[in-house]
């Protein structure tokens, strides 16, 4: 999650923001609660969440997964997106967190798209499996903790149809993945750049990395033959 991805000057920032897609008043509002919030830099930036709708419109997503809610701004971002009869499943394992999202839900008009479901993503995951929705989600995305993402990866791509789409967010982790991993690093910091390294030759998807935020990964899921 990264609360601002622009590397550029501000000025330019400010025009790419007037010329792109308007930023609706409940996310407005929403990102400027997250401003206060002690782990506000944790909330996706707009231009991110305009990047996943884009994605959603491109596929005609209407069955989306998200893994990492927050105070809910990707999701709302993406429920207000989607078509009328969409269904969004919201994974988070943080109470309070995901109490603020569902208030952003319940202002935006969206909260009748969305099932929370609050406990580690894994099992969520693997409840979704085993109520029999494999193949059946048109996007995912992670942004939940790092070090289970390979994990998280491999039950998304049972999950998401041939041809639909799983995004990654903060695969750089700041920089750290340039860094030899020390004996008090994170967890996180070896096992993404083992996962980053062999992302460009796994047959399962293809895969781009693009420098918005903190690094943010595109997997398209390849099609059985």
Same mark, same amino acid.
């Given at each position: 999650m990264?609360? &601002?991805?622009?590397?550029i000057a501000p000025e330019l920032a400010q025009y790419l923001?007037?010329? +792109?897609?308007?930023?609706?008043?409940?996310l407005q509002r929403l990102r400027e609660r997250n401003t206060g919030h002690r782990l506000g830099k944790m909330s996706l930036a707009p231009e991110q969440a305009q990047l996943?709708?884009? /994605?959603?419109? /491109?596929? &005609?997503t209407k069955k989306y997964l998200e893994l990492g809610v927050f105070? +809910?701004?990707?999701?709302?971002? %993406?429920?207000?997106? /989607?078509?009328?009869?969409? &269904?969004?499943?919201a994974c988070d394992l943080n109470a309070s967190f995901t109490d603020l999202? $569902? $208030?952003?839900?319940?202002?935006? +008009?969206?909260?009748?798209?969305i099932e929370l479901r609050l406990q580690p993503a894994l099992f969520s995951l693997q409840e979704l499996l085993d109520e029999g929705h494999a193949g059946s989600f048109d996007m995912a995305f992670i942004d939940a903790d790092k070090a289970p993402t390979p994990d998280y990866v491999?039950?998304?791509?049972?999950? @998401?149809? +041939?041809?639909g789409i799983i995004a990654i967010d903060n695969v750089l982790l700041g920089g750290r993945v340039l860094q030899a991993a020390q004996a008090d690093s994170p967890p996180s910091v070896a096992i993404l750049q083992q996962f980053n390294q062999? %992302?460009?030759?796994?047959?399962?998807? @293809?895969a781009i990395t693009l420098p918005v935020g903190d690094g943010m990964t595109l997997l398209v899921k390849q099609t059985q033959d």
């Open positions: 990264t609360v &601002q991805t622009w590397s923001y007037a010329i +792109g897609p308007k930023e609706p008043e409940v996943l709708v884009w /994605l959603a419109t /491109l596929t &005609q105070t +809910g701004y990707s999701s709302t971002a %993406m429920a207000l997106a /989607l078509p009328a009869d969409a &269904q969004i499943v999202a $569902q $208030q952003a839900w319940q202002e935006a +008009g969206v909260a009748h798209k491999d039950l998304c791509l049972e999950l @998401v149809r +041939g041809g062999a %992302m460009p030759n796994d047959p399962r998807y @293809v």
